[in-house]
C-alpha cells in the first residue's frame, strides 16, 4: 500500500503543471505520516515546511486574517526563516481545524474547483457520522438514488 501512495505521489510530483495536493482521509490512518516522514523526508530532504494549524496558534491566527497566497507565504518564510519558492514543499496539516481562511475554506484559498466537496463533522457541530456533500450537478445528481438530475 505504502508503494501505491508514494507512486501517486511521484507521479504527482513530477507532472510539469501539477496544482496543489490534497490528501484527504479517515483519521489516524497515517496521512501526516506518509506525508511528511516518508515522502517529505525523501523527496524534499531540507526542501519541506510542516505546519500544523491545530498546534500552532500564532500561523493559524494569521491565516485566518488573509486569503492572500503571497502574503501567506511571505509569512510563512518569516515564521520560519526560510525562503519558500517554486522547490518548497509546504504541507498544511488539520487544516479542517485551523485553516478557514473564507467561505470556499481551502479549495478556494488555492484557486481548486473539485467535482465534489464533502464536508465533514464540523456541519454537524462535531458530531463525528454527520456531513454533507455538495459539488458540480452533473456529479451530485448521481448521488440521488443514482437516478440523476435532469432539472
Known sequence: MERNAIENLLQWKNHPHRKP???????QVGKTYLIKEIFAETYY????IYIDFKAEDEMRA?????ANAKKITEYISLFYGREVNAQTLLIF???????RVA???AQGF????????????????GYPAAGGVG?????????AAGLGNKG
Not at 495536493?21 to 483519521?27: D, E, F, Q
Not at 494569521?62 to 488573509?66: A, I, L, R
Not at 488555492?110 to 457541530?125: C, E, S, W
Request: net charge negative; aromatic share 14%; proline share 4%.
Open 21 to 27: 495536493l490534497i490528501v484527504w482521509g479517515a483519521r
Open 45 to 48: 530532504p531540507g526542501q519541506y
Open 62 to 66: 494569521f491565516c485566518e486574517q488573509t
Open 93 to 99: 496539516d488539520e487544516v479542517v481545524t485551523g485553516f
Open 103 to 105: 467561505l470556499s475554506g
Open 110 to 125: 488555492f484557486d481548486v474547483v473539485p467535482d465534489l466537496t464533502i464536508f465533514g463533522k464540523i456541519v454537524a457541530g
Open 135 to 143: 459539488g458540480k450537478r452533473e456529479y451530485a445528481g448521481i448521488m
